[in-house]
């Protein structure tokens, strides 16, 4: 009897003790939106992450008491995460429970941790706003800008350590292509614009039609019409002159009215 027990506390103990944070990446970080979470972000190179590792594994062994999920993050290996929970100190803790996203601000102790989750004390908490929320579009746009800007620094430890590159050099090559960069989408930008809402042709006052001239036949009549008009607008006025015995007409033109 004695036997038994001691190997039951035995294989109790030691599944406890096996019972160590899941490490969350960018790949199966989707799982945390399912059920109860804990989550540490950490760093390798910050000491109080290295201070409360110990901290964060005991309380992990509580995990199956609590019927939750304890995991922990390495930013500098995730740094998209880092930019989606928009981490700016290092330990972060966040409880998290069917999606909805929380912020532990509490003590760091492992009898606190526990009663925080054991107690509830979470929903003492408002949520993180939709807007921020690590599962919207916009955060996750945000994290690939993270990425980005640790593949550039990235980029700069390999041009200055491996190359020997001087930094100044690295800066005027960062900043033309962030200038090519910037003229290439602006093109992109510029092309899809034109091709989803293209713009109308509005003619130029110049190019609009001018009266056609007339026919060289139609002109000519006109013309002799007018020709015509002008001759019936004569009007004779002939008075007689008896000088030398001649009787001489005297025309006038009438003035037509406007």
Known sequence: MFHVLF???TILFFSQTQCKPIEVTEDNWSDVLEGEWMLEFMAPWCPACRGFVETWDKFSDWSK??????GVVDVTENPGLSGRFL??????LYHIKNGQFRQYKGGRKETELVSFVDDKKWEELDPIPWY????????AALGQFFKAAMAVRDIYNM???EYGIPEWACYVIFAIATILLGLILGLLIVLCCDMMLPSKYVPNPKDKLQPRPPAEGVQKED????GEESETDIIDDT???????DAKPRRRRVKKAD
């Open 7 to 9: 190997v039951s506390v």
């Open 65 to 70: 008491d609590l019927d939750i999920k304890v």
């Open 87 to 92: 981490v700016s100190s290092l330990p972060s």
């Open 132 to 139: 921020f929320s690590p599962a919207s579009v916009q955060m």
């Open 159 to 161: 041009m200055t350590k």
């Open 223 to 226: 013309e002799d019409a007018d």
């Open 239 to 245: 008075k007689t002159t008896e000088k030398d015995g």
